[in-house]
């Protein structure tokens, strides 16, 4: 199996562009989360999935965060407009229902300028 | 009040040595727990899943305590190798919750 793939994995955009994050989760999970994390903040839960359903999305930050799992196989991560503190590494990971065990992305790593 | 809580550390410790890292939950409704490790720069990976009888993985030793809600991981004869940032998981439900991360440093 080739894993959790993100795209892209570095991004530098400039405060108020768009940010698409993309992820495709290991065939058969269930479950798909985003994280984003910080020095600051550690690894902080943004929004989950289960069977492309949203369950909780009350880590997302704000506004202008959004994501959708239009399907089994692919999510995305939208910031729009970005500003400088988005600035993070957002990783996607993926779960079989009770197992426990995350599976992560590689992460895209954010630079908004 | 963060639902899980570390000590950053950082924890610098030499060869041999033996390290352990707490962490604390809010929930008490929690039904499981982890232990991830993540290297410099790359993703989260399980280190091992932490079980209410304690459990045991060569050098690494993990305990829950549900009554004070904590849990630890004890690492003896610690390696080069060992250095990393160490996160507790949390999960209810597949809502899985994350520390902050305790990082560890073992030097020659």
């Known amino acids: 199996d080739a894993g959790v793939i993100q795209s892209p994995r570095h991004e530098v955009t400039e405060m108020g562009q768009e940010v698409t994050l993309r992820c495709k989760p290991i065939?058969?999970?269930?479950?798909l989360f985003w994280y984003r994390q910080t020095m600051m903040r550690g690894l902080e839960l943004l929004i989950y999935f289960n069977n492309n359903v949203p369950i909780d999305d009350s880590g997302m930050p704000e506004d202008r965060f959004s994501a959708k799992m239009p399907n089994a196989s692919f999510s995305t991560l939208k910031i729009q407009p970005s500003e400088p503190r988005d600035s993070a590494v957002y990783f996607c990971a993926s779960l079989l229902q009770n197992t426990g065990e995350l599976f992560f992305g590689e992460g895209s790593r954010l630079t908004v300028l | 009040r963060k639902e899980v809580e570390q000590d950053p550390g950082p924890f610098n410790v030499p060869e041999g040595a033996t390290v352990a890292f707490n962490c604390t939950y809010s929930n008490s409704a929690s039904q499981s727990f982890f232990w991830y490790r993540q290297d410099c720069r790359k993703e989260p990976k399980l280190l091992m899943s932490v079980y209410s009888s304690g459990n045991e993985d060569g050098r690494f030793t993990a305990q829950l305590n549900r009554a004070s809600q904590y849990i630890s991981l004890l690492i003896r004869d610690s390696k080069l190798s060992d250095s990393a940032t160490y996160l507790c998981?949390?999960?209810?439900?597949?809502?899985?919750?994350f520390g902050a991360g305790t990082r560890l440093t073992v030097k020659p």
């Open positions: 065939s058969g999970h269930d479950y």
């Open positions: 998981v949390v999960n209810r439900f597949n809502d899985m919750r």
